[in-house]
């Protein structure tokens, strides 16, 4: 394409020199005789476009010899150079020449651009769209014929990511980038480069890291799936007992994010029950057994417990579980799990199936349109809370502490779980387990209630022993223990203990994440 490309401009080029070569060889000699009717560049000019497209209105004619030869070139010219013309704007049109001008006109918008075209990229690509219409959609490749066209606008151009900064020209708002393929970064040719170009960078990946310099972040697909699943299906009170039946990449994140969201009383004692290999999981997490009891039920605190054999062999536990959560990768899989429970089984509870079909009577969850969100992808309200209360923390101790920017990926990551649990502590305070979004009305109500209740010495303590739990989950989970003085290279930290053992400085500590409910009613209203 390229080569047909410069082809067609030297073709061009050499036209446009004979062209306008001829023209004045015209001019110059009917501008002598005095029966020419030709007697400016203007009038040489409107003579060839009327020749050469056989038109022939015979209002301007050349007399002189010369004029006449000149006259016979054009006429044997104007098949070659009204093709040449038509292949070079054909070329033109097709080719990245054009959604390049168009781009030039739509600098101050924000631009997206997508390295790969895919259901995952036009899913998000969508839904940025719906969100913000002041946003230029970029997919980086040639539109396939075959390719359904999305419903929303968008341009398809075949130019690395570079090629697309240069044509932006810094004006407005940084670029945004997006590889949607997992683990996208270290093997597609237009990832090469980016962590030095002025973008910003979003980058699926299967890995727990989360940032790979200044301008990357990646993203887990398995992860953003976990969060919304339980912020659209929350833990309930009543519910003791939860099947999680596969723990591959979907299974895993959905544990986790149990372990780390799940804290709805100080009194709870959730049992889970894991069908799936767990080998490397708890052997990568080896002291949850300081949180949770291993492998039977209790009555004083969660459960995990693991099964090396089939589920079926455990009809009376699924059958009492009151909720089921069906998540192997493999889709159909999936399904065919859906649909022996429900033939053969009397399930009580809840059956919850990972799927991307959607089907009537059942209980799904995890579709591209749920999963590919700009905030699910981008984090950008939770990250804007997470980094509040930052403040807040910086504020509310004595001791020197370290801003959202100074902050390793650990510690930033501490921030946004415990942003993450605001919508649990929400229902509690209302006691409404049915809500799943955070508006600016219900922030602020549940910061209300908790000025009202906070002032009981009982329920004050009760809001510090909840978050502690929270606190103590998410620092076991990553293998920190407990040592006198806080020492982040050996992960041990003097706060893993029993809440009953913390001073009184530092109980006053859990009170943050609960005060922070007025900073996001606040925030959440002047948007």
């Known amino acids: 394409m390229k080569r047909r490309n410069k082809i067609y401009l030297c073709m061009t080029v050499i036209l446009l020199v004979i062209y306008f070569g001829l023209l004045a060889i015209l001019c110059f000699s009917e501008y002598t005789d005095s029966r020419a009717t030709i007697r400016s560049l203007s009038d040489a000019f409107w003579y060839s476009l009327v020749t050469m497209t056989t038109v022939g209105y015979g209002d301007l004619t050349p007399v002189t010899p010369l004029g006449h030869a000149v006259g016979v070139v054009f006429l044997l010219l104007s098949a070659g150079i009204m093709m040449t013309l038509f292949g070079a704007v054909l070329s033109f049109i097709t080719s990245e020449a054009l959604p ?20 995952e990229a036009s899913t998000l690509a969508e839904n940025i769209y719906k969100e913000n219409q002041d946003t230029v959609i970029i997919f980086g490749e040639k539109k396939d014929d075959q390719m359904e066209y999305p419903d929303y606008p968008c341009l398809f151009v075949n130019v690395s990511p570079a090629r697309i900064v240069a044509s932006k020209k810094n004006i407005g708002a940084k670029c945004k980038v997006f590889l949607m393929k997992e683990n996208d970064i270290g093997v597609n040719s237009r990832a090469v480069g980016l962590y030095a170009l002025p973008v910003e960078v979003y980058a699926r990946t299967t890995n727990g890291q989360d940032h790979l310099s200044g301008n990357i972040k990646f993203f887990h697909s398995y992860d953003c799936c976990a969060r919304q699943y339980w912020r659209s299906k929350p833990l309930c009170s009543h519910e003791s007992k939860i099947v999680l039946i596969g723990f591959e990449n979907y299974g895993q994140s959905i544990l986790e994010r149990a372990i780390l969201t799940n804290i709805v009383s100080v009194h709870q004692h959730v049992s889970y029950h894991i069908f799936g290999k767990a080998e490397q999981f708890l052997a990568m997490h080896s002291h949850l057994h300081e949180v949770f009891s291993m492998g039977e039920e209790s009555e004083s605190e969660d459960a995990l417990i693991f099964y090396d054999d089939f589920w079926e062999m455990h009809q009376e536990l699924v059958e009492q579980a009151d909720r089921i959560i069906i998540c192997p990768d493999d889709e159909q899989k999936g399904w065919n799990i859906f649909w022996r429970l429900e033939k053969y089984y009397k399930i009580q509870g809840k059956i919850h199936l990972h799927s991307n079909r959607k089907a009537p009577g059942v209980d799904y969850f995890g579709t591209n349109e749920e999963i590919y969100t700009p905030n ?87 809001y510090r022993r909840l978050d502690h739990m929270r606190w103590l989950r998410f620092y076991t989970f990553y293998n920190w223990s407990y040592g006198h003085v806080r020492n982040d290279a050996a992960r041990q930290h003097p706060m893993l203990c029993p809440y009953e053992k913390l001073t009184w400085e530092q109980k006053r500590e859990r009170d943050v994440a609960w005060e922070t409910l007025g900073s996001v009613a606040a925030q959440l209203k002047r948007r």
């Open 100 to 119: 390049l001008f168009l781009l030039s006109f739509q600098r101050k918008k924000n631009w997206c651009y997508f390295a790969d075209y895919g259901t």
């Open 376 to 462: 699910q992808i981008m984090r950008t309200a939770l990250n804007k809370t997470a980094i509040m209360m930052n403040e807040i923390f910086c504020k509310s101790v004595s001791y020197p502490t370290l801003k959202w920017e100074e902050l390793d990926d650990f510690h930033r990551e501490s921030k946004i779980a415990a942003a993450d649990h605001l919508l649990m502590k929400i229902r509690i305070l209302l006691q409404d387990e049915a809500i799943t979004e955070i508006s600016p009305g219900i922030a602020k109500k549940a910061y209300e209630a908790y000025c009202k209740m906070n002032i009981y010495e009982d329920m004050q303590d009760m």
